[in-house]
């Protein structure tokens, strides 16, 4: 069983558009991350969900907007969808919110945007 | 700004032979280090963390240490194989629980 899966992993899409990427772990943890790999690959995290409630909100556009229904799943949508916003979107999670803890990655989701 | 920097960028290292590569993170407010392998599209997975000054930890050929006053932990590979070519990356996490990755070192082993 896969930890912590997204989908889908592939993504084509046109600018404009409205799109969604769901996320679920079955590892029983409280907190969920949307992380963005850039262009430099850098990996920067996006959003933070502890408990279905966002406790780390870094500057994104306000075009993405996370859902978290219960504390096994984070999605990610994005609205008015651009060419900058062609990237790989993981999902992660952890158990707590506190420092140091382990993040378990999903396999990321390739969004391109044409 | 990326205050949390991996050095170097890449490296080319050939079957057998050992390597090592250094992350570098601020000292002040240091809670915890991670160090991750990422291999090609797959997901970044957890080898290590170190909370303490002069921490080691080892996990078959591959190791790290920590110095936290000076804000610098190695990753040693000894004996490098094929199946070790991967990206490191280390994430650094301070007490307010701010973390930061660092961009990587990738790691390309050749028989």
Redesign the interface.
Known sequence: DTA?SQTPKYLVTQMGNDKSIKCEQNLGHDTMYWYKQDS??????MFSYNNKELIINETVPNRFSPKSPDKAHLNLHINSLELGDSAVY?CASSST????N???????SWLTVV | I?NVEQSPQSLHVQEGDSTNFTCSFPSSNF??L?W?RWET??????LF?M?LNGDEKKKGRISATLNTKEGYSYLYIKGSQPEDSA?Y?C?S???????Q?G??TQVVVTP
């Not at chain 1, 919110?97 to 140091?100: F, N, S």
């Open positions: 912590v430099k690959k850098f990996l920067k995290i993981f919110t506190g420092p140091g382990t993040i378990y990655f999903g396999e990321g | 990326l809670y915890a991670h991750y599209a797959k997901s970044p997975e957890a963390v909370t990206t990356l994430e996490s301070d007490s307010w629980g701010k973390l990755f961009a990587g």
